[in-house]
């Protein structure tokens, strides 16, 4: 964490992969944490709270209430069953 921002993150798939840099750190407070959670929602649809938590290291606690935060602004939707589904940008 250099200069205070989360560690990138490098994400294989089928022929190659690709890095996910993050331009604001976790401790920016809230807004910048949910505008960050908002950004890798967009680029990463469908991941569940855990996916999240694991993938961007915030807890999972943290990221659960950003996700309120989102989900009352209407800005995010969770689509499928409770088990397997995740949550997509509006």
């Known amino acids: 964490m250099k200069h205070g921002l989360a560690e990138p993150v490098f994400e294989e798939f089928q022929h190659g992969f690709h890095v996910v840099i993050y331009k ?3 401790s920016e407070g809230v807004n910048g944490g949910v505008n960050g959670l908002l950004a890798h929602i967009q680029s990463h649809p469908g991941q569940r709270a855990s996916e999240i ?12 209430r950003w996700l309120k935060d989102l989900r ?12 397997t589904g995740g949550y997509f940008a509006k």
């Open 24 to 26: 604001e750190s976790a």
């Open 53 to 64: 938590s694991a993938v961007i290291n915030i807890p999972l606690r943290t990221i659960e």
């Open 72 to 83: 009352e602004t209407g800005d995010i939707e969770f689509r499928g069953a409770s088990k």
